[in-house]
């Protein structure tokens, strides 16, 4: 369970600085509900941008702001997009949620809040006295140098150097510290090490996603929930929720998964990593270019008892499709081949690299069980291609200039030939298997105990179920804590 007992000392200073600042917090209730937010916030919201620094911007923390760079507020449905058959290859329906449209561009704001506001409003973290260290394999560190700044704390960004420049660049113009570590998207340990490293040092708070029951909590209770309106919101006489696929990252968007099998029994959760990098299929190790998932190792928060299947995914076929989707001649391929309308191709570009690998997961896993029309298959987009103009550039360079013939054979190859290879449905000894995983990384490297490691297995009520029901203790710590900084009573 999380941890939420109180620092006296802490909880003062962070008050002070809140209402010395202007920083309200929302509750989780607020972020699954925004139309609950008060007025006097929303009307203020009308005149801030989507990234401005400013401590108003943690009420859009929630998948429904509406689609808007400035002056939004909320819609009831969350931003999502609907790809067709004749673009995936497959029958059924896929409902891909949209990371775009949270503050930083992505939906990793809201699990790096997960992880800080119960520190925060306890007091175990102290903003007069204590840094926060965000480990990350590039957008959780983001979200959590955006936070700290909306918080009025020093955020420290820990992300692998061969990482997009447009990352570092966004880090830098926020005030954030940047430390990049060896290696790419897969050199998790080496960010650990780090982390390791820093923690000597009192003045370093460590966030780190992999192991943070925040990271669930927000998930389970905001990505669940928003996952489901929209399922409620398209679903026609006959279907069925089928199945939800997220690759693997920090592994916090599989809570999402957690509370949909609780609303929709029958749906299957898979969870999606790089081919090049196949630790849950095959204990595997390696280097890989979805940049969003980190590998090598099984994140203590992965419920693994829950997950049904395991996906791998082609980096190629990802960075394909990324070109496909972001250039002139390749959206011409789409409207003109494909008959897809202009605002789906331009929605497209709402897919970063993690998102397009985790759509490819639920075409795979619509072959792989024979899905039809009548089912539904729903993901999320982490990011959008903004992160990774540079990338682009980059596949330019090395294939050459794009044109129509190139086009039609990317979507053909990459994916609608899409195989049911290089997948597994998980058997109770295979996610045992898995899980078991975790004892080289958490036991014997980052100081868990067997006992630990045990209780999330073979005790889901005390582990799992419980940091799921948390969220109530947490927004009544919230509400305690506006309540002390006096802020809400004088909108």
């Known amino acids: 369970m999380i941890d939420l007992t109180k620092n006296e000392t802490g909880l ?13 917090i929302p509750t989780i209730a607020q972020m699954q509900h925004p139309e609950t937010i008060p007025a006097p916030i929303q009307e203020k919201l009308k005149s801030v941008g989507l990234w401005d620094i400013n401590p108003l911007n943690l009420f859009r923390i929630t998948w429904k702001n509406e689609p808007k ?5 909320f819609q009831s449905v ?10 995936t290859g497959v029958p059924c329906r896929i409902v891909a949620m949209v990371g775009k449209w949270f503050p930083t561009g992505c939906h990793k704001v809201g699990a790096s809040f997960g992880c800080l506001a119960p520190r925060l409003v306890t007091g175990q973290f102290d903003v007069e006295k204590h840094k926060a260290v965000w480990p990350s394999t590039g957008n959780y560190c983001r ?5 700290s700044r909306l918080l009025g704390a020093q955020g420290v960004a820990i992300l692998p150097a061969e990482m997009s420049q447009e990352r570092f660049d966004w880090l830098h113009s926020i005030g954030a510290e940047v430390i990049a570590t060896p290696g790419c998207e897969s050199n998790v340990k080496e960010i650990f090490d780090k982390t390791n490293e820093l923690k000597q040092d009192p003045q370093y708070m460590i966030f780190n996603q992999f192991e943070q029951m925040g990271n669930v909590l927000w ?5 669940g929930n928003a996952l489901a309106d929209v399922y409620e919101a398209v679903k026609r006489p006959g279907d069925r929720f089928a199945g939800a696929c997220f690759t693997s990252g920090s592994a916090g968007t599989m809570s999402t998964g957690d509370r949909l099998k609780e609303l929709y029994p029958g749906l299957k959760l898979a969870v999606g990593e790089a081919l090049q990098c196949p630790t849950i299929l095959s204990n595997g190790f390696g280097g890989h270019r979805i940049e969003g998932i980190g590998d090598k190792h099984i994140p203590w928060i992965h419920n693994v008892k829950n997950t049904d299947m395991a996906i791998a995914i082609d980096d190629e076929d990802s960075q394909r499709l990324l070109r496909l989707f972001n250039t002139p001649e390749g959206q011409t391929y789409l409207r003109e081949e494909l008959g897809l309308d202009g605002e789906l191709v331009e929605q497209l570009t709402w897919l970063g690299i993690s998102g397009i690998a985790n759509v490819l997961c639920c075409i795979k896993m619509a072959k792989y069980y024979e899905l039809t029309e009548h089912d539904v298959v729903g993901t999320v987009l982490t990011d959008s291609a903004a992160m990774y103009g540079s990338r682009i550039e980059e596949l330019n360079q090395l294939h050459g200039p794009y044109n129509a013939t190139q086009a039609l054979l990317d979507h053909n190859l990459h994916m609608l030939n899409l195989k049911t290879d290089h997948l597994q449905e998980l058997t109770y000894a295979d996610r045992k298997r898995v899980h078991n995983l975790k004892y080289y990384t958490w036991v014997e490297q980052q100081g868990k105990t067997v006992e630990e490691l045990n209780a999330l297995w073979y005790d889901t009520e005390g582990t799992w179920d419980a940091v799921h029901a948390q969220a109530k203790d947490l ?3 919230i509400d305690a804590f506006n309540d002390r900084t006096g802020l809400l009573k004088q909108l």
Do not use: K, M
């Open 219 to 223: 998930h389970y209770n905001v990505t």
């Open 12 to 24: 003062q200073h962070n008050v002070e600085v809140a209402r010395e600042n202007g920083i309200i």
């Open 475 to 477: 927004d009544d710590l």
């Open 78 to 87: 969350p931003n999502y997009i609907e790809l067709p058959s004749a673009l």
């Open 69 to 73: 760079e400035s002056g939004g507020l």
């Open 143 to 147: 979200g959590g140098a955006f936070n």
